[in-house]
C-alpha cells in the first residue's frame, strides 16, 4: 500500500481509501490492485495508468539538546546530538500522478476549514478528467522529441559545414604555401643560371650548376600547384583518404 503514516493515523487513513476505492469503483476509473498484493495499486482511466499516495505530513524543527545530551556531548568528543526533530503532525496528504507522466499531478490535504474527507469527490473528478491531460503531456513529449531531433541534425549538419569549410583553408593555405615555395626555387634556378652565364667555370663545374639549376626548376615545378591544376582541384573539392600533400603525377620527376 503506498501509505506513509503513523500508527494513529493509521485507522483514518484506512476509512478514507475505503471512501476513495467505493467512489473510484462507481465511476469509469478502475482500481487496479494485481496479485500478490504487495505490487503497487494503481488506477486506470481512459486506458490510462495513474498512482496515488497518502502520507501524514512530518514538520522539520531545530533540536534543542537536553541537559542530558549536553552532559554525553561533553564526556563523548565523538557524539553529537541530532541536528533536526522530526515530529508527525497528523495532517494527511493525498497525492494521485500520472505513472507515465509525473508531472501530470493533483494532491490534496488537510486544511483549516476542511479535511481530506470532503476532498474525495475531487479526487475521483481528477481521476476521470486525467486521461486528456496525459495525452497531451504524450502530445507534448513527442513533439518536444521531434525538435530535438530537428535541432540535432541542424547543429550535426553545421558542424559538418564547419568543419569542411575549415577542411578547405587548409588545402588552401597549404597550396598557396606550396606556390609561394615553388616561385622561390624558380626564382633561384633562373638566378643561378645568371650566375652561371657570368662566370668562367670548368666543363666539370658547369655541368654540376647546371644538374643543379634543373634540378631545381624541376622541383619548382613539382611544388607549383598550378602545374598539377586536376589535382589541385581534387585536393579542394573532395578530402583524400591520406592526405600527403605531394602530387602523385609529379614523384617520377622529383628524383
Same mark, same amino acid.
Given at each position: 500500500?503506498?501509505?506513509?503514516?503513523? *500508527?494513529?493515523?493509521?485507522?483514518?487513513?484506512?476509512?478514507?481509501?475505503?471512501?476513495? $476505492?467505493?467512489?473510484?469503483?462507481?465511476?469509469?476509473?478502475?482500481?487496479?490492485?494485481?496479485?500478490?498484493?504487495?505490487?503497487?495499486?494503481?488506477?486506470? %482511466?481512459? #486506458?490510462?495508468?495513474?498512482?496515488?499516495?497518502?502520507?501524514?505530513?512530518?514538520?522539520?524543527?531545530? +533540536?534543542?539538546?537536553?541537559?542530558?545530551?549536553?552532559?554525553?556531548?561533553?564526556?563523548?568528543?565523538? /557524539? #553529537?546530538?541530532?541536528? /533536526? &526533530?522530526?515530529? *508527525?503532525?497528523?495532517?494527511?496528504?493525498?497525492?494521485?500522478?500520472?505513472?507515465?507522466?509525473?508531472?501530470?499531478?493533483?494532491?490534496?490535504? &488537510?486544511?483549516?476549514?476542511?479535511?481530506?474527507?470532503?476532498?474525495? =469527490?475531487?479526487?475521483?473528478?481528477?481521476?476521470? =478528467?486525467?486521461?486528456?491531460?496525459?495525452?497531451? !503531456? @504524450?502530445?507534448?513529449?513527442?513533439? &518536444?522529441?521531434?525538435?530535438?531531433?530537428?535541432?540535432?541534425?541542424?547543429?550535426?549538419?553545421?558542424?559538418?559545414? @564547419? !568543419?569542411?569549410?575549415? @577542411?578547405?583553408?587548409?588545402?588552401?593555405?597549404?597550396?598557396?604555401?606550396? /606556390?609561394?615555395?615553388?616561385?622561390? $626555387?624558380? &626564382?633561384?634556378?633562373?638566378?643561378?643560371?645568371?650566375?652561371?652565364?657570368?662566370?668562367?667555370?670548368?666543363? #666539370?663545374?658547369?655541368?654540376?650548376?647546371? !644538374?643543379?639549376?634543373?634540378?631545381?626548376?624541376? +622541383?619548382?615545378?613539382?611544388?607549383?600547384?598550378?602545374?598539377?591544376?586536376?589535382?589541385?582541384?581534387?585536393?579542394?573539392?573532395?578530402?583524400?583518404?591520406?592526405? %600527403? =600533400?605531394?602530387?602523385?603525377?609529379?614523384?617520377?620527376?622529383?628524383?
Amino acid at each position: 500500500m503506498p501509505i506513509k503514516v503513523t *500508527a494513529l493515523s493509521l485507522p483514518r487513513t484506512l476509512r478514507i481509501l475505503d471512501v476513495l $476505492f467505493s467512489s473510484i469503483a462507481e465511476h469509469k476509473c478502475k482500481l487496479e490492485w494485481p496479485k500478490p498484493h504487495n505490487t503497487p495499486i494503481s488506477i486506470r %482511466t481512459e #486506458n490510462e495508468t495513474l498512482q496515488f499516495s497518502l502520507i501524514e505530513v512530518v514538520e522539520r524543527k531545530r +533540536h534543542q539538546p537536553t541537559g542530558e545530551e549536553v552532559a554525553l556531548q561533553k564526556r563523548e568528543y565523538c /557524539w #553529537n546530538p541530532p541536528r /533536526w &526533530d522530526y515530529n *508527525a503532525t497528523g495532517r494527511l496528504k493525498l497525492t494521485l500522478e500520472s505513472v507515465e507522466f509525473p508531472a501530470v499531478c493533483n494532491s490534496w490535504s &488537510d486544511g483549516k476549514h476542511r479535511k481530506l474527507e470532503d476532498c474525495i =469527490g475531487e479526487v475521483v473528478v481528477a481521476c476521470e =478528467g486525467a486521461g486528456p491531460a496525459i495525452r497531451q !503531456a @504524450r502530445k507534448k513529449q513527442a513533439e &518536444d522529441e521531434r525538435r530535438r531531433i530537428v535541432e540535432q541534425k541542424r547543429r550535426y549538419e553545421a558542424e559538418i559545414l @564547419r !568543419a569542411e569549410y575549415e @577542411r578547405k583553408a587548409r588545402v588552401v593555405r597549404d597550396l598557396a604555401q606550396s /606556390w609561394r615555395e615553388s616561385n622561390l $626555387f624558380a &626564382d633561384f634556378a633562373a638566378a643561378l643560371q645568371a650566375k652561371a652565364l657570368t662566370l668562367d667555370l670548368p666543363d #666539370n663545374v658547369r655541368h654540376e650548376m647546371e !644538374a643543379m639549376i634543373d634540378w631545381t626548376l624541376r +622541383h619548382a615545378v613539382y611544388l607549383n600547384p598550378l602545374a598539377h591544376a586536376n589535382w589541385t582541384i581534387r585536393q579542394f573539392k573532395n578530402p583524400p583518404c591520406l592526405y %600527403t =600533400g605531394i602530387p602523385t603525377c609529379a614523384t617520377s620527376n622529383s628524383n
